[in-house]
């Protein structure tokens, strides 16, 4: 017998963890509908503020501060062809906005770890597979 979920979400990195936390927290799907099919991430993030507070209410943050973040206070961007020390670049600073800092520079595996963490204990599913193929028919869709 096939399994069958309300929510497939394929890639359970940052974002699609993410995505399925708070569609179990927040919009009350049923844990046990929903399934995320994943590969770990090895990028590292930088994470905003606000970025933090989502993570919070997907019940993962704490773990993620837990393990290990670096603050970050300011940050410099430029596109590949100026140079980063020219008048087109970008600078933030968070003294500057009045704020202790402007982020979280994150390991995605610490992340995508404090994401499944949270994702198991609400009884979400997590399989580690690739999707080979999608069919779609109007009632549903075979992953």
Do not use: C, K
Request: cysteine-free.
């Amino acid at each position: 017998m096939t399994p069958e979920y309300d929510l497939v979400v394929v890639g359970g990195g940052a974002v699609g963890a993410t995505f399925a936390a708070l569609a179990v927290r927040q919009a009350g799907l049923p844990a046990a509908r929903v399934v995320v099919i994943e590969r770990y991430d090895l990028r590292v993030f930088a994470l905003s503020r606000a970025s933090a507070r989502i993570l919070t209410a997907a019940g993962a943050w704490d773990a993620i501060v837990a393990a290990r973040v670096s603050p970050y206070e300011r940050m410099r961007v430029w596109h590949e062809s100026m140079s980063p020390f020219g008048n087109d670049a970008l600078v933030f600073d968070a003294a500057e906005l009045g704020e202790p800092n402007l982020g979280y520079i994150v390991e995605g595996r610490l992340i995508q770890t404090a994401l499944h963490a949270s994702l198991e204990a609400l009884g979400v599913t997590i399989v580690s597979a690739s999707v080979e193929s999608l069919a779609l028919a109007p009632d549903a869709a075979v992953v």
